[in-house]
């Protein structure tokens, strides 16, 4: 009985799936707890290496979050684009702090996350430039508007020349 009715769930499309209709609380709950959870686990055996708060990495990072990740997680100073408003779930404004270890950070840049717009920036990104991006993301709510302006414009220009200096995505996996 349970199988038919979820069937008929599915079959007659009776759940909207729009991304601008949120989920109901319960689905919105489950899905959360689900995405907490399944990273939270994954992400229990990685290890930051202990230059994460160096400098380098920093500006390192800074360079490819202004490329990749600011137009939906925005950055100290930086407006709501016509991206980030249209996104459901909303990305994470992570200028502001989130509760999250370095290693769940990690494991969330490099595997993306299903059904959020995130991407698996390991499929082209090396583990030490993921590193970099979780340097720089941990760095970002302690910076100002201005601070921020600075990091990013300082940082390497060629995004691709920068990748190929740091080795090949499919090096450190």
């Not at 390192?60 to 990749?68: H, I, Q, R, S, V």
Request: hydrophobic share 40%.
């Amino acid at each position: 009985m349970i199988v038919l009715l979820g069937t008929s769930f599915v079959y007659f499309g009776l759940y909207n799936i729009g991304a601008d209709a949120p989920h109901i609380r319960p689905v919105y709950a489950l899905i959360d707890s689900l995405r907490e959870r399944s990273i939270s686990v994954r992400a229990s055996g990685i290890s930051a290496p202990a230059d994460l708060a160096s400098p380098q990495r920093i500006a390192t990072g800074a360079g490819l979050y202004g490329e990749m990740c600011s137009g939906c997680h925005l950055g100290p100073g930086v407006e709501r684009s016509e991206l980030s408003h249209g996104l459901y779930p909303q990305a994470p404004e992570l200028a502001k702090a989130h509760p999250m270890s370095p290693a769940e950070q990690f494991w969330i840049i490099k595997h993306g996350v299903k059904l959020s717009a995130m991407p698996a920036w390991g499929k082209t990104h090396s583990d030490p430039l993921i590193w970099d991006m979780v340097a720089f993301v941990r760095k970002l709510p302690s910076l100002s508007p201005g601070e921020y302006r600075e990091l990013v414009a300082g940082a390497p220009a060629d995004h691709d020349a920068m990748m190929k200096q740091m080795g090949s995505a499919t090096s450190g996996k």
